[in-house]
């Protein structure tokens, strides 16, 4: 059985694209549509109600678009939203948090695990209390790295002012644990620094890879398989061009059809 | 002759509050009302069409509640939408860039002047063309700071980090310029670690003491003056809660009265 419709990618900016190139490698035969809601985005500052708000009008504008699979790539947006999306939606609602989550479970030996994040994933608690359900009795800690979006945005990846930011951030964490969820995006941009900063001894979890195998599952379980990939179609809330400069920075690959979309807005005003 | 009426400052987020500020200390009979789109906070990376939506929402917003005068007091806004602003409200609207680049002509004595601010704002040139509209001949070197802005908001604002990111954004400048205008709300809360970089031979220009002058300027000539200030009232499009509490920095005291409001959306979606 299969369904050539496409899997819908949804994130507040450009760094669900991680994402979406993981779902493409292990899922060629997809077709992709990606929504970043760019004229908003971050929504790692933002409140519950107001993320849940955002959310909805971009599950809402992929569904009309005819995807058969909504994948939440930002985490944010995963640890506020994902019942709001689910309760509306007439689809399966794949989030980043769970796979996450379950990754680090698999992957800890001695049951202490970190977590980073925006301020509202973090805030949010959504993190430990996944791993909680996972397993009863994990110890887990948790720091918000705000400064990790703008340094990975700015290409200031491995130079010292990330290596320092880095630092100061994570030295609480270290020694402390053997696991550590890269709960954002973004963060995968910072890998090498934020290994140097927390030594070879701490596996680093990228949701991004372990969501594309969620999304496989889900995809031969229900019997969607598609029927032949190809390139993906984005579509923005803001204009294209920054969106398309700092994308390919995610990718390695340019960005072909990019249009403009609105989202909530009173199209008559 | 006087004009009980507020004056309405609008900004991205908490930034403009140092203009609020500013203000009310120049003007302590004049009623504020102040206007923060953090829902959709930053402006600083968005485009110029996205950018003067979102201001023409908020203008059109203050212009509802009675305002006299609107203040633009985000850099962004001001540099990209102050003409559609002027274009369509019934109020006089003073921008932060003309004040800011007046002081900037006043302060130099070389004819070097340097401008700061975020991606959006650089690319508009709207400094460099203010600058040369006053003073035909001078030269001036822009730079992009897009860590400056979630410096500020983590409270980063004189250590190591903080530091060596000025040292990277601002060495290129140093010894070519002998004034630097601030051109973002939230540079002054770096304003020492920025002086520190730059060396003491160099004047920093904060719009926000510049364009408090220039509204007590047009609200005297204009016959406007108040009848009496009071506590500001505020009005967020996102929660309020992050507001007061990054806002409190800001300003060194409680922020009273703030209400959660929508803007530009369909409310009957």
Redesign the interface.
């Given at each position: 059985m299969s369904d050539p419709r496409p899997i819908g990618v949804f994130d507040s900016g450009v760094g669900g694209l991680t994402v979406l190139r993981a779902i493409r490698e292990a899922l060629p035969e997809e077709a992709t549509l990606y929504l970043g809601d760019?004229?908003?985005?971050p929504y790692g500052?933002?409140?519950p109600?107001?993320v849940t708000r955002f959310a909805l009008?971009s599950g809402r504008f992929l569904a009309e678009q005819g995807i058969k699979l909504l994948v939440v790539a930002c985490n944010t947006a995963s640890a506020m939203s994902l019942e709001a999306l689910r309760a509306v939606l007439p689809i399966p609602v794949v989030g980043v948090l769970e796979p996450g989550a379950r990754a680090a479970v698999r992957a800890t030996r001695t049951g202490r695990i970190g977590v980073i994040g925006t301020e509202a994933t973090i805030a949010s608690g959504a993190y430990p209390q996944a791993l909680q359900t996972l397993r009863p009795g994990l110890e887990v800690v948790s720091r918000a790295c705000?400064?990790f979006?703008?340094?990975a945005?700015?290409g200031?990846t491995d130079?010292?002012?990330a290596y320092?930011?880095a630092e100061?951030y994570l030295a609480p964490l270290r020694d402390r644990i053997d696991t550590l969820i890269l709960g954002c995006t973004h963060y995968p941009l910072l890998r090498d620094t934020i290994q140097k900063v927390m030594g070879a001894g701490v596996a680093l979890i990228d949701s991004a890879r372990e969501t594309a195998i969620e999304v496989t599952t889900q995809v031969r379980r229900q019997g969607l398989r598609g029927q032949g990939g190809g390139t993906p179609r984005y579509y923005v809330?803001?204009?294209p061009?920054?969106f398309r400069a700092v994308g390919e920075r995610f990718l390695d690959e340019p960005l072909e059809h990019v249009e403009w979309i609105r989202l909530?807005?009173?199209?008559a005003?």
């Open positions: 760019t004229a908003r985005v500052t933002k409140s109600e107001t009008e705000p400064l979006v703008p340094l945005e700015e200031w130079n010292e002012v320092l930011t100061r809330t803001d204009a061009a920054r909530g807005e009173d199209d005003a």
